[in-house]
């Protein structure tokens, strides 16, 4: 990639663009390389623009909301980073229809509808990612996911913007069929309505109850693995004896087994060599082959 057209990237975009940002300072795991490129479009129509010119020179993108799903491999993203932070915009619609941009973080969602005595996504409270990041993840706690109240979403890619039903994009448990080089850039929700108070009571008791579970006191990326059918991830990592397993400066959370806590220090291959060694332990012990729930992006160290 030359300097030249790193510079006609900034001489063009509204918003900011730079040069081998560190990825720690993006993700909550806070580790991982850089981004050869780091882009924070102003609004949708910068994205497009963005887009338009990586697909010019055939430079790669990868979408970023919270960072708290991804852990990105210490040799980095040669290629464009794309943060959706600026895209913010949350409209109350007529019916209980709401439309919230991509980089619009969840919690805020849930705090402005329930507030307003509309249901769907309160059981979600806590989770701290965006929006964006909520429709790729189909995320989800306490029985409701993110595609329960999915309508639609606007993509922003190679060809410009388009709209897919929440039907086009086959939700799964913590997947979509969302393609990679696809930026949701804002949502279309349906909630129905509630009674507020309730609601507010239920965004409370939910928080307090992931306190209660989830303070492990330590950068980490909530679940590591996904649940297999009918079990708990973290019940097959404690019955294999791994809490408080470490490598290098990551360590399994002694207060949730499916947590992998950054103790100060870890390296992305610290967490991946976790990674792999809770796998391969809790496949001897059980033949179940447990799947990461976490995105894992980027190269190896060369
Ligand atoms: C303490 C803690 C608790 C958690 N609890 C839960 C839980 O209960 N349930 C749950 O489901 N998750 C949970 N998570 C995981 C995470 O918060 C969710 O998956 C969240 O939806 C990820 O959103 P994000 O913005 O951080 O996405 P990121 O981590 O930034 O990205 C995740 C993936 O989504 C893609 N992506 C992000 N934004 C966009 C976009 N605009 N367009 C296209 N693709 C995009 C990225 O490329 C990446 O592949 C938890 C995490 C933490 C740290």
Same mark, same amino acid.
């Given at each position: 990639?030359? %300097?030249? /057209?790193?510079?006609?990237?900034?001489?063009?975009?509204?918003?900011?663009?730079?040069?081998?940002?560190?990825?720690?300072?993006?993700?909550?795991?806070?580790?991982?390389?850089?981004?050869?490129? /780091?882009?924070?479009?102003?609004?949708?129509?910068?994205?497009?623009? $963005?887009?338009?010119?990586?697909?010019?020179?055939?430079? +790669?993108?990868?979408?970023?909301?919270?960072?708290?799903?991804?852990?990105?491999?210490?040799?980095?993203?040669?290629?464009?980073?794309?943060?959706?932070?600026?895209?913010?915009?949350?409209?109350?619609?007529?019916?209980?229809?709401?439309?919230?941009?991509?980089?619009?973080?969840?919690?805020?969602?849930?705090?402005?509808?329930?507030?307003?005595?509309?249901?769907?996504?309160?059981?979600?409270?806590?989770?701290?990612?965006?929006?964006?990041?909520?429709?790729?993840?189909?995320?989800?706690?306490?029985?409701?996911?993110?595609?329960?109240?999915? %309508?639609?979403?606007?993509?922003?890619?190679?060809?410009?913007?388009?709209?897919?039903?929440?039907?086009?994009?086959?939700?799964?448990?913590? +997947?979509?069929?969302?393609?990679?080089?696809?930026?949701?850039?804002?949502?279309?929700?349906? /909630?129905?309505?509630?009674?507020?108070?309730?609601?507010?009571?239920?965004?409370?008791?939910?928080?307090?109850?992931?306190?209660?579970?989830?303070?492990?006191?330590?950068?980490?990326?909530?679940?590591?693995?996904?649940?297999?059918?009918?079990?708990?991830?973290?019940?097959?990592?404690?019955?294999?004896?791994?809490?408080?397993?470490?490598?290098?400066?990551?360590?399994?959370?002694?207060?949730?087994?499916? /947590?992998?806590?950054?103790?100060?220090?870890?390296? $992305?291959?610290?967490?991946?060599?976790?990674?792999?060694?809770?796998?391969?332990?809790?496949?001897?012990?059980?033949?179940?082959?447990?799947?990461?729930?976490?995105?894992?992006?980027?190269?190896?160290?060369?």
């Amino acid at each position: 990639m030359t %300097r030249s /057209f790193i510079e006609k990237l900034q001489r063009t975009l509204a918003g900011k663009v730079l040069e081998n940002e560190p990825l720690a300072r993006h993700t909550t795991w806070r580790v991982g390389g850089t981004a050869r490129i /780091f882009i924070v479009p102003a609004d949708h129509r910068d994205l497009l623009k $963005a887009l338009a010119l990586l697909r010019e020179a055939q430079v +790669s993108w990868l979408p970023l909301g919270a960072g708290s799903n991804l852990l990105v491999r210490d040799g980095g993203i040669r290629g464009a980073v794309i943060h959706t932070v600026a895209l913010r915009e949350l409209h109350m619609e007529d019916g209980g229809m709401v439309r919230a941009g991509a980089g619009l973080p969840l919690m805020t969602l849930i705090r402005e509808t329930s507030r307003r005595g509309l249901a769907g996504l309160e059981a979600l409270a806590g989770i701290p990612g965006t929006v964006g990041g909520a429709v790729a993840m189909n995320a989800g706690a306490g029985g409701q996911e993110l595609s329960g109240v999915l %309508r639609s979403v606007i993509l922003a890619g190679e060809e410009g913007e388009d709209e897919w039903s929440a039907e086009r994009l086959n939700f799964g448990y913590r +997947s979509s069929a969302l393609p990679g080089d696809k930026v949701v850039t804002a949502a279309h929700l349906r /909630f129905r309505p509630a009674d507020a108070a309730a609601l507010a009571k239920e965004v409370r008791t939910r928080i307090a109850l992931r306190r209660d579970a989830q303070s492990v006191g330590a950068p980490n990326a909530g679940s590591v693995f996904k649940n297999p059918p009918g079990l708990s991830a973290w019940r097959l990592i404690d019955e294999a004896g791994l809490r408080g397993l470490t490598a290098g400066g990551a360590m399994v959370a002694q207060k949730h087994a499916n /947590f992998i806590v950054n103790r100060g220090g870890a390296t $992305a291959g610290d967490i991946l060599a976790l990674i792999h060694g809770i796998r391969e332990k809790v496949l001897k012990q059980t033949g179940i082959e447990l799947e990461p729930e976490v995105r894992i992006v980027g190269e190896e160290v060369s």
